[in-house]
């Protein structure tokens, strides 16, 4: 069975980091690419950042580059999301997801870890 | 990028109703057309993906149809269960962008 658990959210003051992590299990982690995918309180969903099977190819939303980093442990089945000089408009549930592809529907979703941005 | 529209924002029903959400891109996505539920708190569930293919595991009351640039999500008798909020997704492009959602709520 495929099992996405997200940790690493909470709450963080404007301008701070935060670093989540996505650990993965049931499947071949290393055969996937894998994406950090985030909703806003009451708002929709919006690709965060994508990143190839041996993360090579690395894909991110106009507002969050420069500021997140996407990176993904092969042997650790684990993916990250680094996030430095948070905003306010960063607060959001991130999820986990596997993809298959840099253009992909998602068939499998972690549970979701909330980042709230506030002073 | 590719803009995806919903319609309606928001949709109420009976239950064992037969409701119909719109989805339309911007240009033309073929079939790359996928469908999400999602409720209250949880992740969103994957319902159709190629625009008609019924997921695994989903009830056969929910249907896609569509190619091109309009497509739709039927849910042909409304289940107490069903009440959620239903995302469009094209994948024809690498912006894979989601529509903004319908709410369906109990009328």
């Known amino acids: 069975e495929v099992q996405l658990v997200e940790s690493g959210g909470g709450l963080v003051q404007p301008g701070g980091s935060l670093r989540l992590s996505c650990a993965a299990s049931?499947?071949?982690?290393?055969?996937?690419?894998m994406a950090w995918v985030r909703q806003a309180p009451g708002k929709g969903l919006e690709w965060v950042a994508k990143i190839r099977q041996d993360g090579s190819e690395k894909y991110y939303v106009d507002s969050v580059k420069g500021r997140f980093t996407i990176s993904k442990d092969n042997p650790k089945n684990s993916l990250y999301l680094q996030m430095n000089s948070l905003r306010a408009e960063d607060t959001a549930v991130y999820y986990c997801?596997?993809?298959?592809?840099?253009?992909?529907?998602?068939?499998?979703w972690g549970q979701g870890t909330l980042v709230s941005v506030s002073s | 990028d590719i803009q995806m529209t919903q319609s309606p924002s928001t949709l109420s029903a009976f239950v064992g109703d037969r409701v119909t959400i719109t989805c339309r891109a911007s240009?033309?996505?073929?079939?790359?057309l996928a469908w999400y539920q999602q409720k209250p708190g949880r992740a969103p569930k994957l319902l159709i993906y190629?625009?008609?293919s019924l997921e695994t595991g989903v009830a056969s009351r929910f249907s896609g149809s569509g190619s091109g640039t309009e497509f739709t999500l039927t849910i042909s008798s409304l289940q107490p269960d069903d009440f959620a909020t239903y995302y469009c997704?094209?994948?024809?492009?690498?912006?894979?962008?989601f529509g903004q959602g319908t709410k369906l709520e109990i009328k």
């Open positions: 997801a596997r993809i298959l592809g840099q253009g992909d529907y998602v068939r499998y």
């Open positions: 049931g499947f071949t982690f290393s055969s996937y690419w």
């Open positions: 190629k625009a008609s």
């Open positions: 997704q094209q994948y024809d492009s690498d912006s894979a962008t």
């Open positions: 240009q033309s996505i073929a079939s790359w």
